[in-house]
């Protein structure tokens, strides 16, 4: 009898799973909102100089419909190239010939120029402030939005390395109500910086605590959860996320000033923080770590509260039941020992340039932190995105039993591209849009695709710090992927061609180094996949064990 057969007897799928998976998956809702709240905190507004003719009472007024705060701008404002106002510069002295209906922007393009050395006067139609109009991060300072951006996920790059080991150190529980006290204090406290420096170091260790919560309640959930029922589970999580996107979208069409959203969106984490103190510690882990007692008190209490009858358990009975898992923990790879086995070595280097460019890494956020290259109405992308999240993600369990995973991976990711690589040509609007949405659905169908493939094509024993090294590709490309969007300004089409480029690039990885997996054992040994073991010559792990063990989806 292994630890899983122990989980079955306390009850695998009652109340208390139940209330595990609920209790995290509407804490990810507000916590998955902080990763694509800048869509409209850092929201950039038409904007031009300021110029002296304005005074605060018409400065403040909206900008549409405004006759004489059209015709300051037009004696006060050059035109560019397309015939629009300029927004980072104002003519250095006004020109009232301007206002005659026979002058053009040639006419008057040769005229002497300044920049806004008096700042900038915004329109407040759509949100009445964000960031940038805060700290005037317009113009020549534009870039330093992507900056935050990528501060913000580089502490989620952080937390993922360092409080790996503190998960397997310290345990799950005990480091998760941590996790939502930083989370609530740095998200609240975003909320009142008084300054773009103090901001970016609270969304830093918002993305720290973020990590930290994925962790330690991921495997919290994870390790009390059969095999069986664990894609379900994923599914369920996942589509938690995907409701972020609709939930963001509904508050922010009634919350257009950046404080009150950011508010909005963090307070309730003050109340996970106090919500997660219930969630018993893992009880594989305590047995891991030799705590034996302990892991007979979390198994009791969960029996409890599942109604089962308590079963006459015993350290002795519990260490038995682990020995042969606890055998498997022994011996412990770095990614220096594991490069040495060619195909395990082709296979951590496929998926570690295929998985940056997931949902959660490049792609994702190189296009959903960007709606607003799509188009003005960014609530109502906002709301669409997370629909066709959420159905791609139903839809992911139909493909992927259909088409088997490697096939999913193969053509969500070639699809992605072909729809990414057109919309860069194509100017705002309806057609760009929809070819946006169906790319950011094929790569959702990936990932939830990659989450079960990349698994079931690494060996139990080493899972985990392969794993952890490809978690580490996708979130450097996680950080990269605002600066990306940074070289707009150069070429407008060029971040759509990157991310079509990679997104196509890795499905031609995928195809050519990995192996398809659907019904085949998922292995449990370096050598199952260096001899290229097939699920009949899967070797059992000890002489006399002749089950193989079958991968369920």
């Keep these: 009898m292994a630890f899983e057969d122990l989980l079955s007897e306390v009850g695998d799928k009652r109340t208390f799973q139940n209330l595990q998976v609920f209790s995290l998956a509407i804490p990810l809702i507000f916590i998955a909102s902080h990763c694509l709240i800048e869509n409209f905190t850092a929201f950039v507004p038409e904007h031009w100089c300021w110029v002296h003719l304005l005074d605060n009472t018409s400065a403040s007024l909206n900008i549409s419909g405004n006759l004489n705060f059209s015709s300051i701008l ?32 040639q ?30 991060l317009v113009c020549h300072s534009w870039k330093l939005k992507s900056f935050c951006q990528s501060i913000f996920l580089a ?4 937390g993922y390395l360092l409080l790996g080991y503190v998960s397997d150190r310290f345990g799950r529980k005990r ?12 998200s609240t406290g975003a909320s009142f910086a008084q300054s773009f420096p103090v901001y970016c170091c609270l969304r830093f260790l918002l993305g720290f605590s973020i990590s930290g919560i994925i962790l330690f309640g991921w495997k919290l959930v994870i390790e009390w959860t059969t095999s069986q029922h664990r894609p379900l589970v994923t599914i369920i999580l ?60 979390m198994l009791r209490k969960v029996a409890k509260i599942n109604g089962v009858k308590d079963k006459i358990l015993t ?22 020992n594991l490069v040495r086995f060619p195909i395990l070595r082709t296979r951590i280097l496929c998926m570690s340039f295929a998985r940056p460019w997931h949902p959660t890494g490049m792609l994702s956020y190189g296009l959903s932190l960007d709606l607003q290259n799509l188009g003005s109405n960014i609530q109502m992308l906002q709301v ?69 493939y990349f698994n079931e094509l690494l060996p139990t024993k080493v899972r985990n710090t392969c794993l952890g090294f490809i978690f580490l590709g996708e979130q450097i490309g996680s950080v990269l992927a605002p600066l990306v969007n940074t070289l707009r300004q150069n070429i407008p089409a060029l971040p759509q061609i990157i991310f079509a480029v990679i997104a196509i690039t890795a499905s031609f990885a995928v195809f050519f180094f990995l192996p398809e997996t659907q019904n085949q054992p998922m292995p449990d040994t370096i050598q199952d996949i260096e001899c290229g073991h097939s699920r009949e010559e899967a070797r059992p792990r000890e002489e006399g064990d002749r089950a193989v063990k079958i991968s369920q989806f």
């Design 74 to 105: 037009k004696l006060s404002i050059p035109l560019d190239t397309n015939g629009k106002l300029e927004k980072c510069h104002r003519f250095f002295w006004p020109q009232w010939q301007s206002l005659a209906p026979s002058v053009t922007g």
């Design 107 to 136: 006419n008057l393009s040769q005229l002497e120029m300044e920049p806004c050395v008096d700042g900038w006067v915004y329109d407040q139609s759509i949100f009445t402030s964000s960031i940038m109009t805060e700290w005037d």
């Design 155 to 158: 502490g989620i790059l952080v």
């Design 175 to 186: 480091m998760l109500p941590p996790s939502y006290l930083m989370l609530a204090i740095s």
């Design 238 to 297: 996942s589509l938690s996320i995907s409701l972020e996107h609709q939930f963001l979208g509904i508050l922010s069409h009634g919350i257009q000033e950046w404080r009150k959203l950011q508010l909005v969106v963090s307070a309730p984490c003050f109340a996970f923080f106090l919500t997660s103190w219930w969630l018993p510690e893992s009880a594989r882990w305590l047995v891991i770590h030799n705590k034996y007692d302990d892991a007979l008190k």
């Design 315 to 336: 350290v002795e009975a519990l260490r038995s039941t682990m020995e042969r898992e606890l055998t498997a923990t022994q011996t412990r790879y770095t990614i220096l």
């Design 384 to 452: 669409l995105l997370g629909v066709s999240a959420f159905l791609s993600r139903v839809g992911a369990l139909f493909l992927m039993n259909r088409l088997g995973l490697r096939t999913t991976s193969v053509a969500c990711l070639l699809l992605a591209g072909l729809f990414i690589l057109p919309s860069a040509f194509l100017p705002q609007g309806i057609l760009r849009v929809v070819l946006a949405i169906l790319g950011i659905s094929c790569i959702v169908v990936c990932v939830s695709s990659n989450t079960l």
